[in-house]
């Protein structure tokens, strides 16, 4: 890997600041408001993490450093969860999700949408579903039209075997589905868990009390509910 140039810092004739392109500041804040929507979150957050990187200056002055920050270049925000995923997996794995709210070039950066990825995931499951039961009624017409019509024990066999198919293989699709579901609940819990024992313990350090916390104070996502007709399915 080549090396940067190094460049010495510039003095501000005017004000005797140090200006370098490297200087920087890292700010982070707690926000409280409504539910915010966060990318990869499926809850509504009521508190969360924002980080912002500023430009900086130095200047020397009674034996001390003094640094101020300057133009924003960035700001992120986070659920208390990926706040906490981001400083305990230093080196690991592809990184954390966050939300961009500010660039240098964008003052305010688009909000996201409240669209909970259990709900897609939930839809997936759904028409995985929907395949493999279309599949197994499939060959199941097959091998009784095979039966009924006296088509031979060979095009039998094939209707039983093709059936059998779409049975194991309705198994191995519907365990994977399943799994995944299960994965990305297992996720919200978490999500839901991190924020509730942050909030409790920053009650904690702002009253010295036991904090009462409410499951309301977070926006469980909404699932779409099922078609009529899978609806008349399940209670068949």
């Not at 024990?153 to 191995?172: C, D, F, I, P, Q």
């Amino acid at each position: 890997m080549s090396r940067r140039p190094v460049q010495n810092p510039e003095i501000d004739p005017k004000h005797g600041d140090e200006k370098h392109p490297a200087f920087g500041v890292a700010v982070v804040t707690r926000t409280s408001g409504s539910g915010r929507s966060l990318f990869q979150s499926d809850l509504l957050h009521n508190e969360t993490i924002s980080l912002s990187i500023h430009e900086a200056t130095r200047r020397r002055d009674l034996s001390h450093d003094w640094v101020h920050r300057g133009r924003e270049l960035v700001e992120i925000e986070m659920s208390l969860a990926q706040w906490g995923s981001l400083v305990s997996s230093i080196g690991l794995g592809s990184g954390v999700p966050v939300t961009i709210r500010r660039t240098e070039h964008d003052a305010f950066v688009p909000e996201v949408p409240h669209q909970p990825r259990t709900a897609e995931s939930l839809r997936e499951v759904r028409g995985v579903t929907d395949r493999m039961y279309a599949e197994v009624r499939a060959a199941t017409a097959a091998l009784h039209e095979a039966i009924h019509e006296k088509k031979g024990v060979r095009a039998t066999k094939e209707a039983l075997n093709a059936l059998e198919r779409s049975v194991a293989g309705a198994g191995s699709n519907a365990q994977f589905t399943v799994d995944s579901l299960v994965e990305a609940g297992e996720q919200v819990v978490a999500q839901a868990r991190a924020d509730i024992e942050a909030h409790a313990l920053e009650v904690v350090r702002l009253t010295g009390a036991a904090p009462s916390v409410e499951a309301s104070s977070f926006g469980a996502p909404a699932l779409p509910k099922p078609a009529p007709d899978q609806e008349d399915r399940t209670n068949t």
